[in-house]
């Protein structure tokens, strides 16, 4: 069994892998050179640098400063073939949202592997001139933990858990996708997918000034969900709304489907779910906003051996909500 293993490793690592590269390669010929270039609803694949190479990717996060030196940062995790022991935290810097690369040569992954099990879905933020990364840490069946990075140069890491889970406890939860939002100066929240529950619920967890984030006091999300089932989440914020890009999973008999969705708030309380699909066959997204448009991120496993992926799509708001027209 172990040999079995080890020769299906070694045959999608070492040879699948480069009739991959060169797959992503030309198709990567058609990435423009600008953002604003974009074409509406068209879906481009981009070229991530990996650490160990595949150049296969999964979960991004993205933050764009217009006024930054450098206007793009991207978090995500390899995940070459599902192989889960490359699923850590690494950082990619970009002038064109684009392109990607190294801000250091050397620098990924962040974090090494645990001890067993895997990393899994950071989380970017930037507060107070100070960078943030949220993950967790999974290690089943016993634990869980969610960790924060923080950085001042995005170079330097230092690291600390926030909440760590009991699996074995039922009061304890099993969390998905955590994400981070500043409402104020004085109130930040951390949503994430409740996978304790049936049905999978989302919800969040709130900080205040000179106060660390009670996990066990969460707060149920305000969202008609119409039975679709949550699974990642991204909060975002833009015209002076927040926006949630939901991945949903659907159960068919021989895998898991993923859609991804779109829902919209004014107080990160109550949301209205768009009935648009934004993208079918997508798993977690992040985004931006950028005068009445959406520039999506999202990540995909598609392809002869189904490979990962993570491409970008631009959309009209006006799409998914008539007050955006």
Known sequence: MKFHKYISYFFKFYILTKINLLFSFLSSLNIPHDIDLLEYNKQIKLLIPTPEGSKQAVHPDIIYDSEAKIPFILAFTPYPFSIDKYENPCLVISYDGLHFFEEQKGINPIVPPPFYDHNDDPDLYYKNGKWYIL???TLRPNAQNLVLLESF???????????SANLKNPNDFFMLSPSFIAQNDTINKIFFVNRSVSPYRIEYVMQTSGENFDFYKRYPVSIDLNGLVPWHIDIIYGNNSYYMLLCTVKNNR?????????????DLISWTLSPKMVLHNSYRASGFIKNNDIFIYYSRQQGL??????????FKLSEFFKENL
């Open 135 to 137: 993950y967790l840490e």
């Open 153 to 163: 140069d995005r170079i330097t890491w230092t690291s600390r858990i926030i909440y």
């Open 254 to 266: 021989n895998n898991k489907e993923y859609s991804l969705y779109i829902a919209k708030s004014n």
């Open 305 to 314: 051996f189904r490979p990962w992926h993570i491409g970008i799509c631009r």
